[in-house]
């Protein structure tokens, strides 16, 4: 689903991610650990388009997404939100379930946002209840 070969990222003369591989899977769960400026974030803006790779390509479903704008990435279903924006926080759980569907709903039919809640909720009862 998500290739990445080489990928090579700086912030200035600094090089904060060096010649990365990877492979996401589709229906995986992937984790990205390290230390503080390890270049975690570094990673995540730059298969976002937010900054540039000097090196290196993205590929998502096979489809090289490379130096593509953020706006067409976040299109294809990729978005990245980073921390420091408090967005998610003042939310309901409502709302933050919905916005982690908004994509697909934009792609299905809108009662079945109604369906997938009522799934949600029986796998976690506690949602339901916030």
């Excluded at 600094?14 to 990365?20: N, S, T």
Aim: charged letters at 20%; a positive charge; aromatic letters at 6%.
């Amino acid at each position: 689903m998500l290739e990445i070969r080489n990928v090579s990222a700086f912030y200035g003369r600094v090089e904060a991610v060096r010649a990365l591989d990877m492979d996401v899977l589709q229906g995986s769960i992937t984790a990205i650990i390290g230390a503080n400026g390890a270049g975690k974030s570094t990673l995540l803006r730059a298969i976002s388009g937010l900054i540039p790779t000097r090196y290196g390509t993205i590929s998502y479903y096979g489809t090289d997404i490379t130096g593509t704008r953020p706006d067409r990435i976040v299109g294809l279903g990729i978005s990245h939100v980073p921390e420091g924006r408090q967005v998610f926080g003042p939310l309901s759980v409502l709302e933050n379930l919905k916005l982690g569907a908004f994509r697909r709903m934009s792609l299905r039919r809108p009662s079945a946002l109604d369906d997938d809640l009522a799934a949600v909720y029986e796998l976690f009862p506690v949602l339901a209840e916030r």
